[in-house]
């Protein structure tokens, strides 16, 4: 039985990746944990000017292990409907 749901922790602890699967389409959902921002100062600022240099901040990041990546992409594969392409 596939499983309809995935979650995967960022490896800053901020943030939680949920993948869950409903009918024919897949929902990411980025989830916050705990209060205070787990970035210093330096880091922050690099954000602050890359919304100021480009105008476009990020909505979110969530950053994975490789093998939390090979979660991601096995939930993934499992879950994908194969349909063949008509042309």
Do not use: Y
Not at 20 to 49: H, T, V, Y
Not at 50 to 78: Q, Y
């Amino acid at each position: 039985m596939k499983e309809n749901n995935l979650f995967v922790k960022c490896l800053c602890s901020a943030h939680l990746l949920e993948i869950q699967k409903d009918e024919s389409e897949f929902n990411f959902s980025i989830w916050r944990l705990g209060g205070e921002s787990p970035f210093g100062f330096k880091e922050r600022l690099r954000w602050a000017w890359h919304i100021l240099k480009t105008g476009k901040p990020w909505a979110d990041s969530v950053m994975v292990c490789e093998d939390d990546a090979a979660k991601i992409a096995g939930f993934l594969n499992r879950n994908i409907e194969t349909k063949a392409i008509k042309k």
